[in-house]
């Protein structure tokens, strides 16, 4: 099956602590994001990826940090740095060609304890 | 900031009524997207509209576009329980590569 998967599902963390949160895609797609929600709104963009090895900071960046070192992958660090990282995390792939829509993964839901 | 901002926030209906929400957004666009989320899950694509577009269907779902006044409508008819979810428009920036998202319309259809 193609798809965009996300783990964990769910994620606890100590404060101080970087935790890693995982983002994988079979659609061959070149472009890959990552979004943060928080309770009753709407996505944010944190950073996204156009092609392996390039990526740009999104409108929260802050706190946050990613790799692409495979098409496939876009893992996100979430830093001690970021000082309120209690959220949903949504990952989402897209192919390119302009009109195309976005594929998202079913979230991963991070608690700072 | 060109995030788009979906109205009314949250819209309660009975089942085999029809739904309405909008979306305005605030600068030039190439296409602008609705999408779908039950809760506690990831986004699911519902319907894409072009700019040059001016309405679009896709089975029970109407969505119209109107560029001058920067505002869509998402229009689902004969609305059922399984349709409760949070619903979002997304516009894209010029270059295609990043999209704003609304804060969404909570739609609740009740049986």
Redesign the interface.
Same mark, same amino acid.
Do not use: S
């Given at each position: 099956d193609g798809g965009i998967t996300q783990s964990p599902k769910y994620l606890f963390r100590k404060e101080g602590q970087n935790v890693t949160l995982s983002c994988e895609q079979n659609l061959n797609h070149d472009?890959m +994001?990552w +979004?943060r929600q928080d309770p $009753?709104?709407?996505? %944010? @963009?944190i950073y +996204?990826s156009?092609i392996v090895n390039d990526f740009q900071k *999104?409108d929260i960046a802050e706190g946050y940090s990613v790799s692409r070192e495979k098409k496939e992958s876009f893992p996100l660090t979430v830093t001690s740095a970021q000082k309120n990282p209690t959220a #949903?995390y @949504?990952c989402?792939s897209r192919g390119t060609g *302009?009109?195309n829509?976005? #594929? #998202? $993964?079913? $979230?991963t %839901?991070l608690t700072v304890l | 900031s060109q995030q788009g901002e979906e109205d009314p926030q949250a819209l309660s209906i009975q089942e085999g009524e029809n739904a309405t929400m909008n979306c305005s957004y605030k600068t030039s666009i190439n296409n602008l997207q609705w999408y779908r989320q039950n809760s506690g899950r990831g986004l699911v694509h519902l319907i894409l509209i072009r700019s040059n577009e001016r309405e679009k269907h896709s089975g029970r779902l109407r969505v119209t576009l109107d560029t001058s006044k920067k505002s869509s409508s998402l229009l689902i008819t004969a609305s059922r329980a399984a349709d409760t979810a949070s619903y979002f428009c997304a516009t894209d920036a010029e270059n295609f590569n990043k999209f704003y998202f609304g804060s969404g319309t909570k739609l609740n259809v009740k049986p």
């Open positions: 472009a +994001y +979004y $009753g709104q709407g996505l %944010r @963009l +996204y156009q *999104g #949903f @949504l989402a *302009g009109h829509e976005q #594929f #998202f $993964g079913p $979230g %839901r | -």
